[in-house]
């Protein structure tokens, strides 16, 4: 593994409920790295171990034994709260991503702000109230007009498309996607995932997605990753994931007898 890489899990051991009766192992000498401006697309079966790849990155679990590193940072020991100010994460749940009973203004100021100070100044600043409106303009969603509606008012797809704006206002290095399209109806899933690879493409992310959508898995992302039981069993990028075919997929998942999800 180059020591280059902008991300980097080394040597990562990861046992739960450890000395009990449920005592399970998942990640044994685990090693994976991701390249600046990389795309990944993950695929696997329950317990493959890839939203545990997700939980590790963003510190709401920690490694029995190894280290994880973010833009040459050692991030292993690190508490969530700070990784946020440079990891984004967009959940499943679309309620998760915004406050909903705030405006759709106030969460943008508030992701604005992310990481620094309020002091005694206002939340939200008029003058960067034209620079939200471009950015939802983004959308095509119409929500640069309604910056005063309650986010709790918008529809699950809405809220998944202004989480993934919000998620990535300000500056991160590193972007979670944590099959952030499974709760939407076809419609919303498409313009999520159209945002999904503008965004990542256009502010130059690197971006790890997991999903159950095997299409979305090849049609997205420049590097796809297959896990199961804990270890990589896929893992193509460039010419490799160009080519890589839905039944491609679906014959690897038959052929560990895992189920192929949706």
């Known amino acids: 593994m180059s020591e280059q890489s902008f991300v980097e899990l080394r040597h990562i051991r990861k046992v739960f409920n450890p000395g009990s009766v449920n005592e399970s192992l998942l990640f044994d000498d685990f090693d994976f790295s991701v390249e600046r401006g990389q795309f990944i697309s993950v695929v696997g079966s329950n317990g493959s171990g890839k939203t545990t790849l997700l939980n590790l990155l963003c510190g709401s679990l920690k490694p029995t034994a190894g280290t994880i590193s973010v833009a040459g940072r050692d991030i292993t020991k690190m508490p969530e709260h700070r990784r946020s100010a440079f990891i984004g994460r967009v959940f499943q ?103 999904t690879e503008k965004f990542v493409r256009e502010k130059q992310l690197t971006a790890i997605m997991v999903t159950h959508n095997l299409r979305y898995a090849v049609a997205y992302g420049d590097r796809l990753v297959m896990m199961h039981q804990g270890q990589v069993v896929k893992d193509a990028a460039g010419a490799d994931k160009e080519a890589c075919k839905v039944d491609d ?8 007898s895992i189920e192929c999800g949706n």
Do not use: W
Not at 249 to 256: H, M, P, Q, Y
């Open 249 to 256: 997929l679906l014959k690897i998942f038959n052929e560990i």
């Open 93 to 195: 749940d679309p309620s998760v991503g915004a406050c909903g009973s705030l405006t759709i203004l106030e969460n943008m100021a508030l992701a604005d702000n992310k990481g620094r100070a309020y002091n005694l100044a206002p939340g939200v600043s008029k003058k960067r109230e034209e620079f939200y409106k471009e950015q939802l303009s983004l959308l095509h969603l119409g929500l640069e007009d309604k910056l005063d509606m309650p986010v709790g008012l918008l529809s699950g797809g809405q809220r998944q498309a202004l989480a993934l704006l919000l998620s990535t206002l300000t500056p991160v290095d590193l972007l979670i996607l944590d099959e952030h399209t499974a709760a939407l109806d076809p419609k919303s899933s498409e313009n999520v995932m159209e945002l």
